[in-house]
């Protein structure tokens, strides 16, 4: 049975503003089954293969890699953020819209 894998490129976490651990492209794999938990031990064993966290430098890098080894993958290209540059000082404008 053949795993296959999806190639994309993090996004920024909510919890900071910076955009550290951004720029790779990252390789895991898809889980193939659930979970479930052993009858003997009664902990959860998915496979080693979703312990696999491979990161390249560019997407092409990403899917030579899955080729070469031929693991069928799925790239998910990144949404890219429409940032509104403006001052500091536009806090302070006088036509501001005020909240309260």
């Known amino acids: 049975m053949q795993s296959t894998a999806v190639i994309y490129?993090?996004?920024?976490?909510?919890?900071?503003?910076?955009?550290?651990?951004?720029?790779?492209?990252?390789?895991?794999?898809?889980?193939?089954?659930?979970?479930?938990?052993?009858?003997?031990?009664?902990?959860?064993?998915?496979?080693?293969?979703?312990?696999?966290?491979?990161?390249?430098d560019t997407k092409e890098e990403a899917v030579a890699y899955a080729q070469k080894k031929g693991i069928p993958v799925q790239v998910i290209e990144p949404k890219i953020r429409a940032v509104t540059p403006k001052s500091y000082a536009a806090n302070f404008a006088f036509n501001r819209r005020s909240s309260f």
């Open 9 to 56: 490129q993090p996004a920024k976490t909510a919890m900071q503003s910076g955009k550290r651990r951004t720029k790779k492209w990252v390789f895991e794999y898809t889980p193939d089954v659930k979970n479930a938990p052993d009858p003997l031990m009664g902990w959860s064993s998915g496979g080693t293969l979703q312990q696999i966290h491979l990161e390249f």
